[in-house]
């Protein structure tokens, strides 16, 4: 934060008749145990009094409010080896990304101010023990059980509406956000006047109106941040593509960090990633040699879906890992939905930015991404989509083409139901003849698409279309779902 906007947020603060559940001045510093109390009892303050951050300002004389400095540098002061910030966050609990900002209000006056986020979920606490302002005095919250409850109950806003950057003017929010990439894509006009650039941004979300000035949600910083590394809270949401020089992460070719918001930087990082992929070998009837390896719609479609799918409060970043032998794609969090009805069914936890995504023509609408991607992918006659949950982290991953024969049973029956998947969201139902065409097989072998076809109804994926008919030859599929 600017000296300038640090300045006019202490302004705003002293405008307060008086100290708050949520705002505190001290003169000098005491102890780094009386800050770590001070930090948890501001933060269950704000959450309590619906406030994004509370503040710790050192350098002010609590009764008058008058400006006086300090001798205090939280950002040069060591508990015993350990630097302060450190030691202050490594007991509190949970952690929470509190911000120290030091700087000078005159050229004889030295400000060092904390700002600190609202407890979400649960109270925040130091060295075990949750603390709570009542007027000017800091008490153990346990003494206060519905102060306590308050916080436990407290609905707390998704992650998208809370407040990335705080205390800022119209001018901040276009020099932070990039207001005409915006207007581009959604194919209107720009404004006349920065007042009308913030309106449309209040009405979409992507800033909100505070009690100091105006804020950038996080939804604004994650999709029109001009760089990410403005906002602390969201630049670890920033996408990393990785290339590795063989089939294994031993040894990395070159790698790649989003810089700017997803809307800024979406076309650049598909158009980075596609140059990383080699050009396609002639791999049969469908395709020219000229082609990449891997369709692009597929790529850009699940790259998307890692965006707009993660768990945004979960540590982790959407990754792009790019093999000599298959692209994974992954993002935090577990899906909402079972990988096997990734095709027919939709539900996102991130609905604001999914909304704002498709608007802004960067995904397919609701439920018909997926199919696009299976069509692609057998348009290309590559082995099945593989997803796999672990570790809290969604993968899922595109394979090089490889030859039928090549492929495991296991390959083979997953390809054959997603094929399967893919026409029933096409009102259509697979045949022996459709499963031929998808692995480009001769109609003389039509044995080995039958052989597949049992082999995934003895796995329970598909189920026969039309189970009065007794005609083998003209027998259907559909998916077990469906």
């Known amino acids: 934060m600017e000296n300038t906007r640090l300045i006019e947020?202490?302004?705003n603060l002293l405008q307060y008749p008086h100290e708050s559940e949520w705002v505190e001045f001290k003169l000098n510093f005491h102890s780094a145990e009386e800050i770590g109390e001070r930090i948890s009892a501001l933060s269950n303050g704000a959450c309590i009094q619906n406030q994004p951050f509370g503040y710790l300002v050192f350098g002010i004389d609590d009764k008058t409010h008058e400006i006086r400095g300090t001798t205090f540098r939280a950002k040069l002061y060591k508990k015993g080896n350990e630097e302060l910030e450190h030691w202050l966050a490594t007991r509190l609990n949970p952690r929470i990304d509190f911000s120290i900002y030091e700087f000078d209000y005159d050229t004889n006056c030295h400000l060092s101010l904390f700002c600190i986020p609202a407890a979400k979920a649960q109270p925040v606490g130091f060295l075990h023990k949750p603390y709570i302002r009542v007027g000017s005095i800091t008490r153990l919250l346990s003494e206060f059980p519905e102060k306590e409850a308050k916080i436990w109950k407290k609905d707390n806003p998704p992650f998208e509406k809370e407040i990335a950057k705080d205390n800022l003017s119209s001018s901040d929010i276009v020099n932070l956000l990039s207001a005409e990439t915006y207007f581009d894509l959604m194919k209107m006009p720009y404004p006349s006047t920065q007042q009308g650039v913030v309106e449309?941004?209040?009405?979409?979300?992507?800033?909100a109106k505070t009690k100091t000035a105006y804020g950038i949600t996080k939804l604004g910083a994650l999709l029109l941040a001009k760089n990410l590394r403005d906002f602390e809270s969201v630049e670890r949401k920033s996408v990393r593509v990785i290339v590795y020089k063989g089939k294994?992460?031993?040894?990395?070719?070159?790698?790649?960090i989003g810089a700017r918001g997803y809307a800024i930087g979406f076309v650049g990082l598909i158009d980075w990633i596609n140059s990383q992929l080699p050009a396609n070998e002639e791999i049969g009837k469908a395709l020219r040699t000229d082609r990449r390896m891997y369709p692009e719609i597929a790529i850009?479609?699940?790259?998307?879906?890692?965006?707009?799918h993660q768990d945004l409060t979960e540590k982790g970043f959407p990754m792009v890992e790019i093999f000599t032998d298959r692209i994974e794609i992954s993002?935090?969090?577990t899906p909402l939905v079972s990988p096997d009805r990734f095709i027919d069914a939709y539900l996102s936890r991130n609905e604001k930015l999914a909304d704002l995504m498709r608007r802004l023509g960067f995904c397919e609408e609701k439920g018909s991404g997926m199919d696009k991607v299976i069509f692609n992918n057998e348009l290309y006659q590559l082995p099945p989509i593989n997803v796999i949950i672990a570790e809290n982290r969604t993968r899922v991953t595109i394979f090089k083409y490889k030859k039928l024969n090549d492929l495991s049973k296991k390959e083979k029956i997953m390809a054959c139901y997603q094929h399967a998947c893919l026409k029933y969201v096409s009102n259509e139902k697979m045949t022996n003849q459709t499963l031929r065409n998808r692995f480009e097989i001769e109609p003389h072998n039509y044995p080995i698409a039958s052989k597949i076809i049992r082999d995934t109804l003895d796995e329970h994926l598909i189920k026969e279309g039309d189970p009065e008919s007794n005609s083998r030859k003209y027998a259907s599929?559909?998916?077990?779902?469906?």
Not at 200 to 207: A, P, Q, W, Y
Not at 248 to 255: A, D, F, L
Not at 300 to 308: D, F, K, M, P, T
């Open 477 to 482: 599929y559909i998916p077990y779902w469906a």
């Open 300 to 308: 850009r479609e699940l790259v998307a879906n890692a965006l707009i």
């Open 248 to 256: 294994n992460k031993v040894e990395t070719e070159r790698e790649q």
């Open 200 to 207: 449309k941004f209040l009405e979409e979300g992507l800033i």
């Open 331 to 333: 993002n935090s969090g």
């Open 9 to 11: 947020l202490l302004h």
